[in-house]
């Protein structure tokens, strides 16, 4: 079968001028950027029109075998629509981190793909770039301050803002600046996050225009005085110039499938370190511009579903129809303790055992958020009838729906029956979210609900300079605040080596930081990084581009 990239690259695309006028959109709506791509004007969410249905898609706990959350999107949304349904794909864009790191792109797989899907891999309309430049600003702008006679009293060892950049260099986490004498600045510890990774990209993903842009820009809790008091971007003078930087990049990026039908891609956080959903503007203007979009949280349903419906519906009042749980047989066995080399050996034991895994999420996007849900079999060559029969079953005695999803080798026609079972589970009105916690509750109290209620862990445990943090945050008036939970997306608990269904275990919490602007807590457990680093073999090894700039090895 031909490479991701083959596909992609043998695709025969439309004008996005043609893309555009299959959802209603003029030339006067649209900026193109080439003749494939296009920003749309994030305005039209204001639109006098009535809200299409909302379909998020999540997955089991990520493994080495591959889930394809993004690439049941894809091929999902084509199905839809090659039902007759006028559907919208809503994506993040990829960082050029994982791209070049160990996971390789992130535009969909096989016939199930967006394109361009080189642009789109890398650098594509520049937001991510835009987003760490105006991180970088700040951090600038902070020690110029402290340089140009600290006029805000700022401490140089409490500068909680990092600088960022958009790759995986391990190098980075931790850095000693400002040497070399008075006239290059105040020695301090400092440090990068992956672009990703920063408030500045949590905000994008959470304002509706450019004035919440702004306004949460200037919330930004950079820094603390000597005497404890908090320092913002607004004050130091840097929110005006943080959105000018902005302001072209907050309007959401038109694309098109392999199968030319619409699709929105639009910010980028990470799931395991951030909230992991596409932007506000994305989604919103999605539902304006269609009847039904397709959208995805990332990694598994513990963390970017569990922010998708705890900080992103809560905060911009979106209310999902139904959701698809995606599982893969090799990624079950994985889950029940196959090495990655035997995986395509059957083994409908260990998809049994993996199989916990699966119902543990069921439980608690049925259960516990109360959503209708059903489960996409993303189906691998390898696969028996005996294998698939062990998922039927699970989902049988959890009483929800299965569908084979083939969408990989055959594209929107192998994911019809997803389609129409999709269709099926989605009522008349959206049903309530039953969120984990209410915000009046603790934070603390909030952190053990995402613990106990979605994880299942007995119990948390804070390191003193957590628990410090947590409740200066408090006294500060940040108590009623959302908790972004940051962990391994590997496990249910905060071990990565912990896969399956894991009991007995309690969350460690290592560090809180405060994130005003985006409005909620981060809080990091375990040995997380905010900056990863590059595998033994990057797959930034494997890429390369010819003499007519052709680009190979890119997947």
Not at 176 to 198: H, M, W, Y
Not at 419 to 438: G, W
Not at 484 to 498: G, P
Request: glycine content about 10%; aromatic content about 6%; hydrophobic content about 40%.
């Amino acid at each position: 079968m031909l490479s991701d990239i083959a596909i992609a690259q043998a695709a025969r695309m439309q004008p996005i001028t043609e893309i555009a006028a299959k959802v209603g959109l003029t030339q006067d709506d649209i900026i193109p950027y080439g003749k494939y791509k296009a920003k749309v004007d994030h305005k039209l969410i204001h639109r006098d029109s009535p809200d299409g249905k909302l379909i998020l898609v999540t997955a089991i706990s990520p493994t080495p075998a591959g889930e394809g959350k993004t690439t049941t999107s894809v091929g999902l949304a084509d199905a839809m629509n090659a039902l007759g349904k006028k559907t919208m794909l809503c994506l993040r864009e990829p960082s050029l981190g994982p791209v070049f790191g160990i996971k390789g792109g992130a535009a969909g797989g096989g016939y199930a793909q967006v394109v361009p899907m080189e642009d789109i891999n890398l650098h594509f309309t520049g937001d991510i770039h835009a987003i760490g430049t105006a991180n970088n600003l700040l951090a600038a702008m902070i020690d110029n301050s402290i340089q140009q006679g600290n006029p805000l009293n700022i401490d140089p060892r409490r500068i909680t803002w990092k600088r960022c950049m958009d790759m995986n260099d391990r190098q980075l986490r931790f850095l000693v600046d400002g040497l070399g004498g008075k006239v290059n600045g105040t020695p301090r510890e400092d440090g990068f996050d992956i672009t990703v990774a920063s408030e500045i990209m949590a905000i994008f993903c959470l304002a509706t225009d450019l004035k919440d842009l702004k306004d949460r820009l200037s919330k930004i809790v950079c820094a603390y005085t000597y005497d404890g008091q908090p320092v913002t971007a607004g004050q130091i003078g840097a929110a005006g110039a943080m959105t000018a930087l902005l302001k072209d990049a907050i309007d959401p990026n038109l694309v098109q499938t392999l199968e030319n039908n619409p699709a929105i891609i639009h910010g980028g956080p990470f799931a395991n370190i951030a909230h992991g959903c596409n932007s506000v503007t994305a989604t919103k203007l999605s539902l304006k511009l269609a009847d039904y979009v397709v959208t995805e949280a990332g990694f598994g349903a513990d963390l970017g579903a569990e922010k998708f419906l705890d900080i992103k519906c809560r905060m911009a009042d979106l209310h999902p129809s139904a959701v698809v749980l995606v599982a893969t047989v090799r990624a079950l066995k994985s889950h029940g303790g196959v090495a990655k080399a035997d995986l395509s050996k059957p083994d409908a034991e260990a998809v049994a055992r993996g199989a916990a895994n699966l119902e543990r999420h069921i439980d608690n996007i049925k259960n516990q958020f109360g959503l209708p849900v059903c489960v996409a079999i993303n189906a691998f060559p390898t696969d028996t009838d005996e294998e698939m029969a062990v998922i039927r079953e699970v989902c049988g005695k959890a009483g929800v729906p299965c569908a084979l999803s083939e969408v990989f080798a055959r594209g929107g026609e192998g994911g019809k029956e997803l389609a129409e079972t999709v269709l099926s589970l989605i009522p008349e009105e959206p049903k309530p979210i039953r969120f984990t916690y209410e915000l009046d509750a603790p934070l603390t109290a909030k952190i053990e609900a995402v613990a106990k209620k979605i994880y299942r862990a007995d119990g948390v445990v804070y390191s003193a300079a957590a628990k410090k943090t947590l409740d200066e945050l408090t006294a500060m008036g940040y108590g009623n605040l959302p908790v972004c939970i940051a962990k391994t997306q590997y496990s249910f608990s905060d071990n990565a080596k912990l896969t399956g269904a894991p009991t007995g275990f309690e969350m460690n919490v290592r560090e809180v930081r405060l994130s005003a602007g985006a409005g909620f807590v981060v809080v990091i457990c375990g040995n997380i990084m905010t900056m990863p680093g590059l595998p033994r073999h990057p797959a930034a090894m494997d890429i390369d581009c010819d003499e007519n700039g052709r680009i190979t090895g890119l997947f």
